[in-house]
């Protein structure tokens, strides 16, 4: 089973930039449709973008111009590339790692966007 572990979340004012990493182990990430899904307070889960195992891209419409998915397939490893970050961009983002409709999880990665 493949393992996922977030890194990259952090406070960061309007109109700023993060980049989020998704680290994979125990599978290779490049097997597997990727993506990244959020989280905010008193809302469900949605997804924000994914990444094939072909290299296919898809975002939501709330993020699209502004956020890039991305993979290094020599570090097992999905990005996400977020730019002109906007208060409402503030949840807990979670990578996934789907393969013959299994789902695999990260633990999650805290963004803030706030001044």
């Known amino acids: 089973q493949v393992q996922l572990v977030e890194s990259g979340g952090g406070l960061v004012q309007p109109g700023g930039s993060l980049r989020l990493s998704c680290a994979a182990s125990g599978g290779i990430i490049s097997a597997y449709t990727t993506g990244w899904y959020r989280q905010a307070p008193g809302k469900q889960r949605e997804l924000v973008a994914t990444?094939?195992?072909?290299?296919?891209?898809n975002y939501a419409d709330s993020v699209k111009g502004r956020f890039t998915i991305s993979r290094d397939n020599a570090k097992n490893t999905v990005y996400l590339q977020m730019n002109s970050l906007k208060p409402e961009d503030t949840a807990v983002y979670y990578c996934?790692?789907?393969?013959?409709?299994?789902?695999?999880w990260g633990q999650g990665t805290q963004v803030t966007v706030s001044s």
């Open positions: 990444i094939t195992s072909s290299g296919t891209t």
């Open positions: 996934n790692a789907r393969r013959q409709f299994i789902d695999f």
